[in-house]
């Protein structure tokens, strides 16, 4: 499997792009963002579980209950959430890009993200679809991704080629998270894309399937969002034979989602609210995957563990306690815990106890970006993997900083 | 009921007290601190989830298996935790504080509180048990208090008087919560003592049923931690009826108890680590006490509410989004959200969606010491009310220093 340049404009016959229309002040920042499907493509979506769900959820649901979409849209500066009209305006959504487009809006996959309880104008948004449609092109992704960002430092894209039906297949995606200029929740937004040729009900399956390993294991601060949504539209344009079944081209399909979804996982995580370090956490030696799942989100979730992080801390002990609380089947005087970045691996745990180890060369391990803690439960088989990042002076400010 | 002075001094027959012993090196902080019934007294305790838990709490287990117990012993500075000798060396502490008071071992509470995966050194409590059993004293409540502070940046001590069986029966508490000098672990310990006669039957019911609307309310960071306990001796010298089944002896002595317990949460969650504000949230109408508690703990769980009262934002979403995730049951578009502090109340959500309010009465609200986020659901009459405090640049400073 090869990575490739060009986001979701990678797979034939997408063509993306990102415009201001307005919805924020700032003339400079794009805010609005079409993805858009030669042909009508299988789609999925996962949502927030969140009890409490921004508008345009509702609607995506109900557009992409028969399995079929052909363009995405999408506005950053407000998230169209805690609305009384709010899926009136998110309906409107789709009908203009529909519009502009030529597709049913029951073809249009929507998605707000921003300020949660400020009414939605649609004015900005029906005055910004018609050029941003004609400025669509197979080089946009980039544009795209800008215009879903919000609090976000980074460009989030990601591309792959994979060989399915004998030909050769692309995905890939665009995502934001986390974080908003007036941060309200850090919505997580993924807009994926493939050119092969795939049934609903199998890209649904790979979807759901993939998304337990990879988004699920994601935490910045804790907060299920309101508006969160991953998104997946496959074209069928690369020419291969309709996956429609659990073959191996289905397997190789997964496999190329799990690297794309994967890797904006990781960018996501990176690039959270304040974050100076991405923190991943590797459990293996577990019972089962759900208590190696439980270890891993556990650790990368505790306050006090992306604490000592930021600090370059080598605070085994916080690994321990949240492993103790997380909810796992662990043996507690079996656990091996090593920190390990660009700059080596250290063991700072053997059989649950403390051991003696360089305290120098662990903040050294500890000080560079992509930290990670290997958890050996020495217990069975089961493996994962979760994604999370240190808690900083930035997180505090970034959200504690008046609204108003 | 009144409030009384003398914390856990303050019902008949128990000394306490607080030494320097050694076990920190910053001489002025006393690390040691005692508590002796002058009889043999009913004991309850319940004691940290964490599958991970300090060697204390073992030991206090058994030795209170009984219902019994006449002293309690206690050091800050190491928590004796995941360490290979921690049950022998929590077990030693038992004998030593036993022996200088001519109490049998099996009678004694331990505790410890501070770093982790350090073996804690026998000595300096070995000799700071004589003096510190020499010095107790019927107005030494304090004293114990500041011997079993962390980065605690105030004394938490309460006491009440209640009548029972036709007497005057007096309950006393201290507790410590939540840091440490060389943070690790945010250990919540409470020691409550009362002189009624009550069986240990009735004393674990009470605790109990007790713990569940109070200390299991609070949360400062959401880390449970590996040695938190609550324990309460009863040494019976009021004088009353024993009480021994479910009257309203034993109706007053619960009433006694939570004012006890739900004063010390508040003090607990105020003095949470880098806190500015005690955030309280009350929950009412939801349809099952469950639903309230669920609902109003993860509104003071939320790490963005948390920021967001940090800037005195009035960030309603916030709450919403909290409520959202809570696993409660609720109606989101039956949903009011109000702020009220010293300075009055505003109401700033309706129905689950915006409504007009003043911003800078909000703000002033919010800029008050003691914030209430209060909740009406609705949805039925059940209720609930959970404390924590709000996420500030102290909070990340405070763990994210070099341990070393």
Same mark, same amino acid.
């Given at each position: 499997m090869n990575h490739i340049q060009g986001g979701v404009c990678a797979p034939k016959g997408f063509k993306a792009g990102g415009v201001h229309c307005g919805v924020r002040k700032n003339k400079s920042k794009r805010d609005l963002a079409m993805i858009v499907s030669e042909v009508p493509a299988s789609a999925a979506a996962v949502y927030t579980q969140n009890l409490v769900k921004g508008a345009p959820i509702y609607i995506t649901q109900r557009n992409i209950a028969d399995g079929v979409a052909q363009m995405a849209i999408c506005n950053s500066g407000n998230a169209n959430t805690c609305n009384a009209n709010g899926e009136e305006i998110a309906w409107e959504m789709c009908k203009l890009a529909g519009a502009a487009a030529g597709i049913s809006p029951e073809n249009v996959i929507v998605a707000s993200t921003g300020v949660i309880g400020q009414p939605l104008p649609i004015e900005p948004i029906a005055n910004g679809v018609a050029p941003l449609f004609a400025a669509l092109s197979d080089h946009g992704s980039t544009e795209a991704a800008e215009g879903i960002m919000t609090t976000d430092t980074r460009l989030k894209e990601v591309a792959v080629e994979f060989p399915a039906g004998g030909v050769t297949c692309r995905l890939g995606g665009i995502a934001k998270g986390s974080g908003m200029i007036h941060p309200n929740l850090a919505t997580m937004l993924v807009f994926i894309t493939c050119d092969a040729a795939i049934s609903p009900e199998m890209l649904r399956k790979a979807l759901s399937a993939d998304v337990k390993d990879t988004f699920n294991m994601v935490s910045v601060d804790g907060d299920t969002s309101t508006n969160d949504m991953v998104c997946i539209m496959a &074209? @069928?344009?690369? @020419? &291969? $034979? *309709? *996956? $429609?079944? $659990?073959d191996e081209d289905y397997a190789a399909f997964c496999a190329a989602l799990n690297v794309v979804t994967s890797t904006l996982c990781q960018m996501i995580a990176k690039d959270g609210e304040g974050a100076s370090h991405l923190l991943t956490c590797q459990v293996c030696g577990a019972k089962t995957t759900k208590d190696a799942k439980l270890a891993a989100k556990s650790v990368v979730c505790s306050s006090l563990l992306k604490a000592a992080i930021f600090g370059a801390d080598a605070n085994w002990g916080r690994v321990l306690c949240a492993l103790g609380y997380s909810g796992a089947d662990i043996d507690v005087w079996k656990v091996d815990v090593t920190f390990r970045s660009a700059k080596g691996s250290i063991l700072v745990c053997k059989d649950g106890a403390s051991i003696e180890f360089s305290e120098e060369l662990a903040k050294e391990i500890l000080l560079q970006e992509d930290v990670e803690v290997l958890i050996d439960l020495n217990d069975g088989d089961a493996t994962a993997t979760a994604w999370g990042c240190d808690l900083t002076y930035d997180y505090v400010k970034i959200n504690g900083d008046y609204r108003t």
């Open positions: &074209n @069928g344009l690369a @020419g &291969n $034979d *309709i *996956i $429609d079944s $659990d």
